[in-house]
């Protein structure tokens, strides 16, 4: 996984000063978005992996998926991955752009885990809080876990916020036993 990620960087990097120069941070996000759901797919990555598949029968394949969310600029991009057989790199790539997009804005994503599904009104509101304590704009990311118990637990970069249930029982389990 590291490996991949070392491997996608640069071509991250090459994507964003790309659409950064050009003003295109949104348009390149969203077709990266894209192109990285169909590259994920397991019938396409059987495909890039097919010997018998030449460069441009898998360039038509994948075009014809992505269709109009293509424009110039990622036709080329599509083309070098293929050529140099890191098609499969493209999820990777789209991760690493939006972090630099991320950072560029000033923005930071909060990976929110909840035991119940939160109402727009308790996540707004916990947003709020999460923007006030971290000093930068809050890009939720919200999944839902039972085991919590009850309570969210918030990761923003390398922070952990436990306020679950099952985190305080922990916690005090540990305090119980020292």
């Known amino acids: 996984m590291a490996e991949s990620i070392t491997i996608a960087r640069p071509y991250a990097e090459a994507v964003f000063a790309l659409a950064d120069g050009t003003g295109d941070l949104e348009k390149w996000s969203q077709a990266l978005e894209g192109m990285a759901a169909i590259a994920n797919n ?15 029968q898998l360039y038509g394949m994948f ?9 110039a600029e990622s036709q080329n991009l599509v083309r070098v991955l293929i050529e140099n057989r890191r098609l499969s790199l493209m999820p990777e790539i789209r991760k ?15 990976r929110i885990t909840s035991a119940f599904a939160l109402e727009a009104e308790a996540l707004a509101g916990l947003v709020a809080d999460l923007e006030q304590r971290f000093k930068r704009r809050i890009q939720p990311v919200v999944a839902v876990d039972a085991e919590l ?14 306020g679950s249930v099952r985190g305080k029982l922990a916690s005090m389990l540990a305090a119980l036993k020292s």
């Open 63 to 71: 075009a014809s998926l992505v269709g109009d969310a293509m424009f």
């Open 96 to 110: 690493l752009f939006e972090e630099l997009k991320n950072q560029r804005e000033g923005m930071v994503e909060a």
């Open 149 to 162: 118990i009850g309570g969210v637990c918030v990761q923003v970069g390398d922070e952990v916020i436990d």
């Open 42 to 56: 397991p019938d396409m990555l059987d495909a890039m992996v097919n010997p018998r598949l030449t460069a441009h």
